[in-house]
């Protein structure tokens, strides 16, 4: 984690309003910890995660992973500190029999060379020497085992790096524009201030215990990214009566396996509020939010309760101030951006340039990951930008260079030249490691694009989105596809065979629509039905339309038809 900081001049954030609800439990005569029932917590009758969370923080586990776990090993971790690890971004790997993931936190997807160095060392060390990049801009790394965290803790600590609050019930990683401070296009470089509040949620035990994950994002403008995904998403807007620069703040989105895009408060809010606001926000939802049901624990089930205007509200009464009223919204349109732009594209200081490359799936080596530091240092600035649809990009790179950086590149197998649909498939991690999947992803993923490339081409935008996931959850974001494909397995002739559900339509943006599931298909025709239903889009399509257009402007029945 980066920890450069602003100073606004602003004071600090209002100190969030104590939980004795959630206060730790007591000790009984005897010593031990009191159950839920014997002190009367509400939550007694609660999910198991609540148990857990309230017992013991789970930011207190990391001591036990050093002193206790990492000594006697993973069969003596309990079952309940399994859970808790989460809060440090430790998952048990897929079939559970020793085998860790761990993800790193890289807020706004911007990290320094030393950090991806020392990334790519513990993948070589430790990861079989490939990682993941999410759609949440961080790093997993596979193959791990509990004797080697405390070296990965120590190793991180050396380059300002951390895991904490990389998973659980907490503020996840903030992400934001992987073009901050370069885009030509943005009001503000969001930065530092995604730094900021990644520094006030990970430093306070506060937000240690949230009803369920809270995902927030800060652009530069308005296209900077999605949004319209997040339980806080803000963005930067220039005020037409004043020239004022600050942040619209959209609240209640996400995706998972019911979606919901978020909604607008209608205010306007000055940079060095904003974190007030988020304070604000994460307060409500942590003290209001569903918390008897995890499938209903999610803030945008409060949002969609309540509404944008009773959230407003509740802000305002917190802050003990009114908010400013937002402008109306511009009614031009705007790109559907999904936070990448690939290729070498001029950025706003004079003379330079940004080089994206995709990274097919996400799946990157430890030799690719020095090699791309090793292109930041000699050509650019000495950093590296993650992105949320899993690919990286190198900013800063001064004209004269590009041809040579783009060449280094490739011979790394790193071509920043691909085909629409390499450029726009995003992978989460399927059946090889998660315990929630159902079927091979990342494999899956890059075979079905292959197949596309030898039957079709596409030329009507930069990428077509081909998003697959391994089981309904949404980690690889099927929702805002133009192809969305979700796990599921069929039985043929007594044997389970790998099927995707076929989801079309997704996008962010102006028109902003989540996918529509149309059919069930086997995984080898899956290739075969992309083609088809791009068919009948050419054929049908009407003017400019996009094919999320084209898809929404049609039925379930109507799609049907269509496919074979």
């Known amino acids: 984690m980066t920890t450069e900081t602003i100073e606004t001049g602003a004071p600090a954030p209002a100190k969030p309003a104590p939980r004795s609800r959630f206060a730790k439990l007591k000790l009984t005569d005897d010593g031990r910890p009191a159950t ?30 050093v002193n206790i776990y990492s000594k006697q090993g993973f069969d003596s971790i309990p079952a309940d500190d399994f859970e808790r690890m989460k809060w440090y971004g430790i998952y048990q790997q897929r079939p559970k029999n020793g085998h860790l993931m761990m993800r790193f936190k890289v807020p706004g ?124 998403g803000c963005y930067a807007v220039k005020r037409k009566d004043d020239g004022s620069i600050g942040f619209r703040v959209l609240v209640g989105g996400g995706l998972s396996t019911e979606p919901f895009f978020a909604q607008d408060l209608n205010a306007f809010v000055p940079e060095e509020e904003l974190l007030d606001v988020l304070v604000a926000i994460s307060t409500i939802y942590r003290d209001h939010g569903y918390r008897k049901s995890r499938k209903h624990a999610r803030f945008k089930y409060l949002v969609a309760d309540w509404g944008a205007a009773k959230v407003r509200a509740m802000v305002e009464e917190f802050l003990g101030r009114k908010l400013r009223d937002a402008e109306p919204l511009e009614d031009d349109p705007f790109e559907p951006c ?47 930008r993650f992105t949320v649809m899993q690919n990286f990009l190198l900013p800063n790179i001064p004209n004269e260079h590009t041809e040579t950086v783009k060449a280094r590149l490739e011979a790394i197998g790193l071509p920043i030249r691909r085909t629409a649909f390499q450029r726009g498939v995003i992978a989460c991690t399927g059946i090889q490691f998660c315990n929630l999947a159902v079927t091979e992803t990342k494999e899956r993923a890059k075979w079905i694009v292959d197949e596309l490339d030898k039957i079709l081409t596409w030329e009507e935008s930069e990428f077509f989105r081909i998003n697959v996931n391994g089981c309904p959850n949404s980690c690889g974001q099927h929702w805002l596809a133009d192809v969305g494909l979700q796990g599921c397995t069929k039985k043929i002739d007594g044997e389970l065979v790998e099927h995707f559900d076929f989801f079309v339509g997704g996008g962010v943006g102006t028109g902003a629509s989540m996918t529509r599931r149309v059919k069930r298909v086997q995984a080898v025709d899956v290739p075969a039905t992309v083609k088809t239903i791009i068919g009948a889009f050419r054929e049908q399509r009407q003017g400019n339309e996009t094919f999320g257009e084209f898809c929404n402007r049609h039925s379930v029945e109507e799609l049907q038809a269509m496919l074979p």
Request: hydrophobic content about 35%.
């Open 338 to 384: 999904y936070g990448d732009k690939l290729g070498i594209h001029p950025q706003k200081q004079e003379g330079y340039s940004f080089i994206g490359v995709p990274v097919p799936t996400g799946r990157i080596t430890c030799e690719q990951m020095v090699e791309a530091a090793n292109l930041a240092d000699e050509f650019g600035s000495g950093e590296v």
């Open 36 to 65: 839920l029932a014997e002190v009367g917590d509400e939550r007694v009758n609660f999910s198991p995660n609540e148990r857990i969370k309230v017992e013991r923080s789970p930011f207190t586990v990391w001591d036990d992973i």
């Open 109 to 232: 997807g911007a990290l320094n060379t030393a950090q991806v160095r020392l990334i790519a060392g513990i993948v070589k060390d430790y990861g079989h020497g490939f990682c993941d990049i999410t759609t949440r801009q961080d790093i997993q790394v596979h193959w791990l085992t509990i004797e080697q965290m405390p070296d990965i803790k120590d190793r991180l600590a050396t380059v300002g790096m951390t895991t904490r609050g990389a998973c659980g019930d907490v503020a996840r990683n903030v992400v934001s524009s992987p073009i901050a401070g370069i885009d030509p296009e943005e009001l503000m470089n969001p930065l530092p201030l995604v730094n900021k509040v990644t520094e006030h949620f990970v430093s306070t035990d506060e937000f240690a215990d949230m009803p369920r994950k809270h995902k927030m994002a800060i652009y530069g403008n308005r296209s900077g990214g999605q949004v319209e995904i997040h339980e806080i």
